[in-house]
């Protein structure tokens, strides 16, 4: 490649949109994480189409999902609408959790278990999963190879919760650890990396879905005992 092309292809911007996935239907009220068969809501699924119609006049050239069912059924609207096949990329899977399966919200009793104490000592690494060292490498992997696809246009990537904040607040140096209840990652919202070249050069958010999230899992709510958030969802 001549130093011209070089220089072009440093020059050049590209953009990638990282979605949580929108609301699953969820009646028991379990931290789902990886287990199969969680499918979104009915009022996930207007979450989705209102997100593939903000995104509609963008220059959305490649879309890709986590394989989780949720977030394969909020890609595919975005896809649809830009005329474009759904890819799909293990490495945006939700973060692995040893609370999968079961209930663990506000008022529920989760921290009185004497089983659950040896899981919870470590909350920088976290001990009760993934470590957020692991979910960096391979989050920031994953969109970097939708910018490969998607150079000098727009990627959208979806993904879940934990595993975009955690990516979130390495991209803007942050520590990792952090107090759940104020992650910036509401149901459907993009968070948004541009890139100059190869290297990102600016970080956005925004709530497309806004008025059809539940107040109570809007970023920065009070969770409330009976409706606790499932965080890193």
């Not at 879309?63 to 890819?87: F, N, Y």
């Not at 806004?210 to 709510?221: K, M």
Request: glycine letters at 8%; charged letters at 25%; aromatic letters at 6%.
């Amino acid at each position: 490649m001549s130093d011209h092309g070089t220089q072009n292809r440093d020059d050049e911007l590209t953009v990638v949109h990282v979605m949580r996935h929108g609301e699953v239907e969820n009646p028991t009220g379990v931290l789902y994480g990886r287990l199969p068969g969680y499918h979104l809501s009915e009022l996930g699924r207007r979450m989705a189409e209102r997100v593939a119609e903000h995104l509609a006049p963008r220059d959305v050239t490649y879309v890709v999902a986590s394989p989780l069912e949720r977030a394969q059924e909020t890609a595919t609207p975005i896809a649809k609408t830009h005329g474009l096949d759904l890819d799909s990329d293990a490495r945006l899977i939700e973060a692995a959790n040893v609370f999968q399966g079961k209930t663990f919200g506000i008022g529920d009793g989760a921290l009185r278990r004497p089983a659950n104490w040896k899981h919870v000592v470590n909350p920088f690494k976290p001990s009760w999963g993934e470590p957020y060292v692991d979910q960096v490498v391979r989050m920031k992997s994953a969109i970097d190879a939708a910018r490969d696809r998607a150079r000098g246009h727009e990627a959208v990537v979806v993904s879940h919760q934990l595993p975009i904040w955690i990516l979130r607040s390495y991209v803007e140096r942050r520590r990792l650890w952090h107090d759940p209840r104020k992650r910036q990652c509401t149901l459907a919202s993009l968070t948004t990396f541009t890139y100059r070249g190869d290297r990102i050069v600016s970080v956005g958010y925004t709530e497309p879905a806004r008025d059809l999230v539940p107040a109570h899992l809007l970023a920065g709510a009070k969770p409330v005992k009976g409706q606790g958030k499932a965080y890193g969802a």
